[in-house]
């Protein structure tokens, strides 16, 4: 069986929407957008020699459910003073063939993003604030470890990239009743809705595929982004909210991590559903460099349901992750200001219910044929 031929066949039986790399599933305001770097679907990566995907995962959500630890908040709905962030992104990714087994890509994300809240406009009106444009690009390689045309059945794959901080790490926008005399004010926005962290980011991810029974599947995968940079400089003005949160007056860059796994089912030839889970999230403290600054750590373990359509070389899929979990721990500047306050201190962060995953990519196959040299004599003569 040609190679060209076993990827269609792989990609065919194999669900096509593992656009689970998308880290923020539930929309928590610690997390922004982010994805990883060596192609978002499955079938992005299994490519022959020369052969290109483009596409594009459109992603959306909306966070209003605070969380302190595992408890939630539900008097700040009630009382309408619940943070609501709407997020809108779309990443757009070039995956290049290498070789039958080497593949690189590139993402552009764009993103728009609100964030309605009292307690940054003083409390007392309910104001919105915007940010919008390019995100931090990344770029990468991937490999499968097994030949695949001796592995049909199952591969794995492993993935090293960089992220880029093209995105602004210092968006603005007007925020009210904060000024001299009440007055509007012009700051950074939310760490939750800046486009970009500021930092140089290295992404180590994973991915496999395994036959479990006819038209059947289990998949996974993950990455784990590491954010060497500690701070970026950016005032976050917590600190004029109390004098006990001084040591939160500058935005850190965090690590962020994703991991996911489910079974996948061949409906037909076109169509494919899954169902899965994926555990996400900023974790406390960066596994290279210092961890001072202003972060909101969070995970969320979602359920991860998924449907997908693939005819030729198109591609269409659609994923609804819902959480059933969600986490906001102590971070490093709670720690501190609890030992220095003597009082117990644990922020909160709002989640969102569901994310809207819809994925779109088209495969151009490289169909050249090599001709051989002796026969190109041939027709020299």
Known sequence: MKPQNIFFAICSMVVLFFSAEEIQAQGCVAIRHFSS???????NNLLGPGDIQ????????KSFRHFRGTEE?????????EVINHSHSWDFFLTYGITDRLYTSITIPTVINTRSSLYEHGRDERNTTYSRGLADIRVGVGYWLFDLEKHQNGNLALGLGVKLPTGN??????FYNVGPEGSPQVRPVDQSIQPGDGGFGITLDFQFYQKIAEKFFAYGGGFYLLNPRETNGTRTFRETLSPILENEAIMAVPDQFSIRAGVSHSFS???????GARYEGVPVKDLIGGNEGFRRPGNVLSIDPGIAFMKDNFSLNLNVPFAVRRDRPQSVTDKQTEENTGNPRNGDAAFADYLINVGVSYRFANKKVKVDPALMNEFKN
């Open 169 to 174: 790490y210092n968006a603005s926008d007007i």
């Open 73 to 81: 908040e539900p008097d700040r709905v009630s009382n309408e003073t």
């Open 37 to 43: 770097c060596v192609g978002n679907t499955l079938e």
């Open 269 to 275: 030839n076109t169509i494919s559903g899954s169902l």
């Open 54 to 61: 483009i596409g594009s995962n459109y992603r959306y959500f």
